[in-house]
């Protein structure tokens, strides 16, 4: 055996240079014009900073970011608990509870939140004498509440979906698991299945939340000053369009924000199921 | 490298595109609102009716250039005008110093105050912002009478809509206290059945700076020859006596003012 | 009940051809939306499937803006924004003229902006469905990158895909109704005005939802008859 010999020993050869190919170059243009459009971006809001429009709105925008999260926090919530009826009803063996949570779903799943937002609010004044008389105006004649109300049924239907599709999923084996343990069916439920649903159901319900922070943008139509609402007034008083520039930033790092945090969540709870 | 080709057959498409457009003014773009009666309204039909469609009309035959409409909501008007949907605004734009600095007006075409009308079984009993205290006010967004119930009203709650039409549904089906406006649309709708429920509490004294100093023609800041061209046109209507005739169509009084 | 028939009738004294002139308007603009919405969120599927980092990265910047922004402020931007802006390019390029974006032109944009980035996320997934020995069978046969892709891989990727499209679809008939709020006349606008006019909100908002439910049932229909047809290969094993 002897040493290798550096004259007959090859060295590896040079791996192939990267080519400027076609989608090399289609990719570099498009980052490039990304990144000539965010510095663009940060140099156009950096220098609006100390202007005016920020002096004057940007009180308003924090108030308005408040409201829109008073709004998702509560609707959501309150779709949460109304969920679980609806979800438990549409799986129900009896027609009478299956086919009435079946149409509500397909109702407000099927129709626009702005269509039944506009039908609450405005039509709840029609009905004025009738709800004065069962003492419900007090509650429709603020606009706050009506939107509090239409998103909260709006998202019930998504979220008893979203509950069910989950119950389903786990399989029947845990109940008949359960069931030969001697465990009643109630605590099989509430211990064994829901557990295992909710770990599925995790990231449809971020989804959800997410949905609901862009659509809650709709209550700025019915006099609601919320972070879209905010904006649009600084926007007519001020016809100055970095009023939307800064909603754009605002809601895409609220929605980013709570995307990564929810992915951590995620990542946390589920951290057994990792292979 | 084909990429690179596109790209630059994409830009000389989109160069072609543009081409250069003498303004010698021989046609106009008017915008207006379309929901403001008796200034501006449609009809039924989709036809373009008011005082200021009427006024556009003489001022436009009076300064011998074709004219047309164009509709716009309210709160797109002015970002409409820069953006060149059209030329200029006739739609009862009050002249203020908020809306000097974005774009330019004629002399006024009109002046008239605000009013606050409330249900008829109101029990609000003065214009003042005591009298007005917690109740809630309805005004159209981005017009004088919204920055006036702000600045002036404070103790009121204010409620900005779109359009005069929401607000009207909102005061008579009880949501909301009162509303604020120009006294002249306010009485024109209290005239209609539709504004059966309410009545005019009164009319407030206009503070100079958020009023301004009445209904002009909003025209871009770089098109000083057209509001050169609509203030002659102003002045000849009022002297040829066009202008009263208009007038003395829909009002019972006289809307130039003082 | 006859007063809500003669309102909702045709002709002089009823809104039912306003209604309906309003329902075209929607699904106009739905369909007019789709093959834009379609066409580029394939694109950016393909720019996120690639091997190339940099090309990856913009097409998820891209998705990850249009998937945060709010439908409604995305719109607003679309609709003024756009306008100020190829002005303001035009005149720095040193030419004087005047674009018109208007509002079924700015909802058209917004909404396909919106679409195409969750369509991209269909195709993605669809993509992960088809196997490496497809690509490889079809160069193997000597067809071309851009043939494999086209005739390999595209009628597979849009029978993977056809599910999560037919939902978008779905989802975006029911956003064409924001486009009411830069003043198209579409079914939520022309309700609008009817309600406000007639003083009868619950009446034609409630039939402004109903209308958008039988849209969704008629789309429902047809997606299913889309979805089995394009299965008809799999019938027969």
């Known amino acids: 055996m002897t040493a290798a010999n550096p004259e007959t020993s090859l060295p590896r050869p040079p791996s192939p240079p990267r080519t400027w190919s076609n989608t090399r170059i289609l990719g570099h243009v498009l980052m490039a014009l990304w990144i000539i459009s965010g510095v663009s971006l940060v140099f156009y809001l950096g220098s609006n900073v100390a202007s005016p429009f920020v002096q004057k709105y940007w009180p308003k925008y924090i108030e308005g970011f408040l409201v829109t999260l008073q709004i998702v926090g509560v609707s959501l919530l309150l779709g949460a608990l109304l969920s679980v009826p609806i979800a438990m009803a549409r799986g129900s063996r009896w027609k009478i509870f299956s086919w009435p949570a079946y149409g509500y779903v397909y109702f407000f799943r099927g129709t626009p939140l702005l269509a039944q937002t506009f039908l609450i609010y405005y039509g709840a004044g029609t009905f004025r004498p009738e709800l004065e008389a069962v003492g419900l105006w007090g509650f429709f004649r603020d606009a706050w509440f009506c939107v509090i109300f239409a998103f909260s049924l709006n998202t019930a239907a998504y979220q008893a979906e979203i509950l069910r599709g989950a119950v389903l999923n786990v399989s029947r084996g845990q109940w008949e698991g359960a069931a030969a343990l001697g465990i009643s069916k109630p605590v099989t439920f509430f211990k064994v299945i829901l557990p295992q649903a909710l770990m599925v159901a995790l990231r449809p319900y971020g989804n959800e939340i997410i949905l609901m922070i862009k659509g809650s943008a709709i209550a700025s139509i019915i006099t609601i000053y919320d972070l879209m609402g905010e904006t649009r007034r600084a926007y007519s008083r001020s016809y100055d369009f970095q009023a939307y520039i800064w909603a754009a930033v605002a809601y895409l790092l609220i929605v980013e924000t709570l995307r990564r945090v929810w992915d951590k969540i995620e990542a946390r709870l589920t951290r057994h199921l990792k292979r | ?258 | 009940m006859n007063e809500a028939l003669t309102l909702l009738s045709f002709g002089d004294q009823g809104w039912g051809d306003t209604i309906a002139f309003g329902v075209l308007v929607t699904v106009s603009l739905a369909i007019a939306t789709l093959p834009f919405g379609l066409i580029l969120g394939f694109l950016i599927a393909l720019a996120k499937n690639s091997s190339e980092p940099s090309l990856k990265l913009a097409a998820n910047i891209y998705t990850t803006i249009f998937r945060g922004l709010p439908e409604l402020l995305t719109l607003f931007l679309v609709y003024f924004g756009v306008q100020i802006g190829l002005q303001q390019g035009l005149k720095l390029l040193g030419f004087e003229t005047y674009i018109e974006v208007n509002s079924f032109v700015a909802g058209m944009v917004a909404l396909a902006l919106v679409f195409s980035s969750y369509a991209s996320e269909a195709f993605l997934s669809a993509f992960k469905g088809i196997p490496q020995g497809q690509y490889e069978g079809g160069y193997a046969l000597g067809l071309s990158k851009y043939q494999t892709l086209t005739l390999v891989v595209l009628p597979q990727l849009i029978r993977l895909a056809l599910p999560a499209l037919g939902n978008l679809w779905l989802i975006l008939l029911k956003e064409t109704s924001l486009v009411s709020v830069i003043g198209l006349s579409d079914l939520i606008r022309e309700s609008g005005i009817a309600a406000r006019v007639t003083k009868e909100p619950f009446l034609f908002f409630g039939i402004a939802c109903l209308i958008y439910l039988v849209l969704a049932i008629i789309s429902s229909t047809g997606l299913a008859r889309i979805e089995r047809w394009s299965k008809r290969g799999d019938v027969s094993r």
């Open chain 2, 1 to 258: 490298m084909r990429v690179l080709r596109m790209a630059a057959a994409a830009v000389a498409v989109l160069a072609a595109v543009g081409g250069a457009e003498a303004k010698d003014w021989t046609k106009v773009r008017i915008g207006t609102e379309g929901a403001y009666p008796p200034f501006n309204n449609m009809t039924a039909d989709g036809q373009l009716v008011g005082f200021d469609i009427d006024i556009a009309n003489a001022l436009c035959e009076e300064m011998k250039v074709e004219c047309e409409f164009v509709t716009s909501d309210w709160d797109g008007i002015i970002p409409g005008l820069q953006a060149g949907k059209f030329d200029a605004i006739i739609a009862s734009m009050s002249i203020t110093e908020e809306r000097k600095q974005k774009v330019d007006f004629t002399n006024k075409y009109y002046n008239t105050p605000p009013a606050i009308a409330v249900p008829k079984d109101s029990a609000i009993s003065g214009t003042s912002d005591a009298d007005l205290k917690d109740a809630v006010l309805g005004a159209q967004s981005s017009t004088t009478h919204s920055n006036y119930a702000e600045e002036k009203l404070p103790s009121v709650e204010l409620k900005l809509y779109p359009t005069a039409d929401e607000y009207k549904l909102d005061v008579s089906s009880g949501r909301i206290d009162a509303v604020i406006d120009d006294v002249v649309v306010l009485s024109e709708w209290l005239d209609s059945d539709d504004g059966s429920c309410c009545k005019i509490l009164g009319t407030l004294t206009p503070d100079p700076v958020i009023n301004g100093e009445g209904a002009g023609i909003a025209i871009r800041k770089e098109d000083g020859d057209l509001t050169e061209k609509f203030n002659a046109a102003i002045e000849a209507i009022l002297a040829n006596g066009k202008y009263k005739e208009i007038n003395d169509k829909y009002f019972s009084f006289d809307v130039y003012g003082g």
